[in-house]
């Protein structure tokens, strides 16, 4: 993001530059000011990722469009904070930014058998594995795998059509439930 407004300030683009500056801003504010919970809702985690993501659209402008699929039912389930932002940042950085135009990012969130899935799909140029997981997937798996044992997953596939779908799951708990 700090490499972004600095090319918007190069580029003379100083209107962009401070609205990413005050978005960075409230999403830094956000993450020193949370309530340090290893889970929050999945309302509060999407409120968290639109903020992020409208950072991003200042950055990649008409080349980004963003889709929510989100089961109404699954807001107060918990997850684990920030769970979702590293799968969004690969999917931009690795899928859309590959892109010279018609990037899509669809965020997923549905409940099945008990469990809560998540998953951030990119039409970008598709999955291609390495024999080294980068440093927020490996953070995502430790994290799922502390919480939830052998009950948290992390997926990493090709989607359908090109692109690449991370999906998260883990079994349900409502914040009702606490």
Same mark, same amino acid.
């Given at each position: 993001? *700090?490499?972004?407004?600095?090319?918007?300030?190069?580029?003379?683009?100083? &209107?962009? !530059?401070? $609205?990413? @500056?005050?978005?960075?801003?409230?999403?830094? +504010?956000?993450?020193?000011?949370?309530?340090?919970?290893?889970?929050?809702? @999945?309302?509060?985690? *999407?409120?968290?990722?639109?903020?992020?993501?409208?950072? &991003?659209?200042?950055?990649?402008?008409? +080349? @980004?469009?963003?889709?929510?699929?989100?089961?109404?039912?699954? $807001?107060?389930?918990?997850?684990?904070?920030?769970?979702? $932002?590293?799968?969004?940042?690969?999917?931009?950085?690795?899928?859309?930014?590959?892109?010279?135009?018609?990037?899509?990012?669809?965020?997923?969130?549905?409940? !099945?058998?008990?469990?809560?899935?998540?998953?951030?799909?990119?039409?970008?140029?598709?999955?291609?594995?390495?024999?080294?997981?980068?440093?927020?997937? !490996?953070?995502? +798996? &430790?994290?799922?795998?502390?919480?939830?044992?052998?009950?948290?997953?992390?997926?990493? @596939?090709?989607?359908?059509?090109?692109?690449?779908?991370?999906?998260?799951?883990?079994?349900?708990?409502?914040?009702?439930?606490?």
């Amino acid at each position: 993001t *700090l490499n972004a407004i600095t090319v918007l300030v190069r580029d003379h683009k100083f &209107e962009d !530059a401070s $609205q990413m @500056l005050e978005l960075l801003s409230d999403v830094l +504010r956000e993450v020193l000011h949370s309530k340090k919970h290893a889970e929050t809702t @999945l309302h509060e985690e *999407l409120e968290f990722i639109e903020k992020y993501l409208t950072i &991003e659209h200042v950055r990649f402008s008409d +080349r @980004l469009d963003i889709r929510w699929t989100i089961d109404p039912t699954v $807001q107060n389930i918990l997850v684990p904070e920030l769970i979702l $932002q590293p799968l969004v940042e690969n999917a931009i950085r690795h899928g859309i930014s590959h892109r010279t135009k018609g990037g899509v990012i669809e965020i997923i969130a549905r409940e !099945a058998n008990d469990e809560i899935i998540l998953s951030v799909r990119d039409n970008g140029p598709g999955y291609r594995a390495s024999p080294e997981e980068g440093l927020g997937l !490996a953070n995502t +798996r &430790e994290r799922l795998s502390t919480l939830y044992g052998n009950s948290g997953h992390l997926e990493l @596939l090709p989607a359908e059509g090109g692109g690449v779908i991370a999906t998260v799951r883990f079994p349900v708990k409502r914040k009702d439930d606490e």
